[in-house]
């Protein structure tokens, strides 16, 4: 499924629109026979939900897409609602793609309705997704947090840290840090690696970069060789890590994630050298 983003409202709806409807970080979904959801809401569904904030996001597959929130979280036993996090690892790619989108233009449109320079009301520009204050003229565009995120390799071993942050107190991932002022995304990595592991790295390479709608993100992947240092966490992001080796892995995300495909790169990367060896 191909999504195309767009803020211009199509003069003329071809095909019925669809809705993400959204609660938070929440996505309504509607119950399906087969016990799962679909994300796509209609034009009478969404008016009976009396839904708000309505945004066109553009077009999935030939619909016109929009975003809308509820005004509080009871529905009827018809509907149920899925975490956006869910919704856009394992939906199709346009699909994810839209949804993720849609919660990202929604929360920039809540968090914008006011100028931040003097405080003036900002309204929607019809061309673009774009907020101007009609007071002092600043314009707001969606915001953009930039992050990177690194495979650090040693020998035959990654480098793998549990977070406070994860969900899962079990769950082991790769480094990842949000980039700072007047800093590139290299000296970010090296950086976040020092900072929350005590290791220094080298031969910093680029892997590719995946949008993150929790809630702005943009994650730039690398890998990394260990150059130097000791495993030393800092206790606050990082409660626990260590080096493993690709047959010996703790539990990972095993999912469409860029951290995902940065551990299964570095476990084929493993077993292609294994078979070298032995060929």
């Not at 994300?39 to 975003?67: H, K, M, S, W």
């Not at 856009?88 to 793609?97: D, F, H, I, M, T």
């Not at 469409?256 to 077993?271: A, M, N």
Request: net charge negative; hydrophobic share 35%; with cysteine.
């Amino acid at each position: 499924m191909g999504f195309v983003k767009s803020a211009v409202h199509p003069e003329n709806k071809t095909g019925e629109a669809s809705y993400f409807c959204f609660w938070g970080e929440d996505v309504l979904v509607v119950k399906t026979e087969d016990g799962g959801g679909s994300p796509f809401l209609t034009a009478e569904q969404a008016n009976e939900l009396c839904f708000q904030d309505e945004c066109f996001i553009g077009v999935l597959n030939d619909r016109p897409c929009y975003a809308v929130t509820r005004p509080d979280k009871t529905v009827s036993q018809a509907y149920q609602w899925i975490g956006l996090r869910e919704i856009y690892l394992k939906e199709e790619p346009g699909v994810s793609q839209a949804a993720g989108y849609a919660r990202q233009i929604l929360d920039w449109n809540r968090n914008f309705r006011f100028c931040g320079r003097c405080a003036g009301e900002t309204v929607v520009l019809t061309n673009e997704h774009a907020r101007h204050c009609e007071t002092c003229g600043l314009i707001s565009y969606p915001r953009i947090s930039p992050a990177v995120i690194v495979a650090v390799l040693k020998d035959d071993q990654i480098l793998l840290a549990r977070s406070s942050k994860f969900s899962d107190p079990q769950m082991y991932s790769v480094l990842a840090g949000f980039l700072e002022p007047g800093e590139s995304l290299e000296a970010c990595l090296e950086r976040e690696v020092l900072e929350e592991v005590g290791i220094a790295v080298k031969n910093v390479r680029y892997f590719k970069s995946q949008p993150w709608p929790f809630p702005d993100c943009l994650m730039v992947g690398f890998t990394a060789e260990y150059r130097s240092g000791e495993i030393t966490v800092d206790g606050n992001e990082i409660t626990e890590a260590g080096w493993f080796k690709a047959d010996a892995l703790p539990k990972v995300p095993t999912r469409r994630s860029i951290s995902s495909e940065l551990i299964r790169w570095f476990c084929e990367c493993r077993s292609q050298k294994k078979q070298g060896a032995h060929e």
